[in-house]
């Protein structure tokens, strides 16, 4: 079976730029998270989706970033404008069973010049 | 609410050696633990992870991670190091569907392998 996809893996981009990243989790799975790891703040939870609704927004940093799920299988997180602390790894996990197993896809490196 | 300490941000052992990684939760509702590992340039990869039963668990590469609820803790061991375990270790804690399934994350573990 396919893991969690991301694309793309590397992502550079000049301050002010739109970037989109994108995220199609494992097949049959119904929850989907996006996380943000930087070394200065570590590993943070941006948001989640359950059933392709979007449940829990309090990470997203601000109104530039926003993410969509438009069905089971694929996911976006926008950055409008992009801004060089934006620059991080950007993960994307999905989860099926009921304790919360949450199944990685290798990351979007993003740097914002 | 739930919560993950990690003690020791790293942590440094000789090939061979024993090793004990340090995990203590705080949760209000019985909790689902894990343990992932993220390799240089990589995602978090799945250890381990206790969500009933038994209360020593195995994982891959020859890890496990005991669960004890006395002491609120899932310390992650492993025998003998190998110089392929250097890698970046995470804790976290689940209240499963009821909260979503997040997952609340440790800082974090940094494990050296000195040969």
């Known amino acids: 079976d396919a893991g969690v996809i991301q694309s793309p893996r590397h992502e550079v981009t000049e301050m002010g730029q739109e970037v989109t990243l994108r995220c199609k989790p494992i097949?049959?799975?119904?929850?989907l998270f996006w996380y943000r790891q930087t070394m200065m703040r570590g590993l943070e939870l941006l948001i989640y989706?359950?059933?392709?609704?979007?449940?829990?927004d309090s990470g997203m940093p601000e109104d530039r970033f926003s993410a969509k799920m438009p069905n089971a299988s694929f996911s976006t997180l926008k950055i409008q404008p992009s801004e060089p602390r934006d620059s991080a790894v950007y993960f994307c996990?999905?989860?099926?069973?009921?304790?919360?197993?949450?199944?990685f896809g290798p990351g979007t490196r993003l740097t914002v010049l | 609410a739930q919560s993950v300490t990690q003690l020791g941000s790293h942590v440094s052992v000789s090939e061979g050696a024993l090793v004990l990684l340090r995990c203590n939760y705080s949760?209000?509702?019985?909790?689902?633990l894990f343990w992932y590992v993220q390799y240089p340039n990589q995602g978090l990869q799945l250890l381990l992870k206790?969500?009933?039963?038994?209360?020593l668990v195995k994982g891959i590469n020859g890890f496990e991670a005991e669960f004890k609820k006395s002491e609120t803790s899932f310390h992650l061991t492993k025998p003998s190091a190998h110089m392929s375990d250097a890698a970046e270790y995470f804790c976290a804690v689940s209240g499963g569907e009821e909260y979503g399934n997040k997952l609340v994350f440790g800082a974090g573990t940094i494990l050296r392998v000195k040969s």
């Open positions: 949760s209000s509702v019985p909790p689902y």
């Open positions: 206790y969500t009933t039963g038994a209360t």
């Open positions: 097949s049959g799975h119904n929850s």
């Open positions: 996990a999905s989860s099926a069973d009921l304790s919360g197993t949450q199944y």
């Open positions: 989706f359950n059933n392709n609704v979007p449940i829990d």
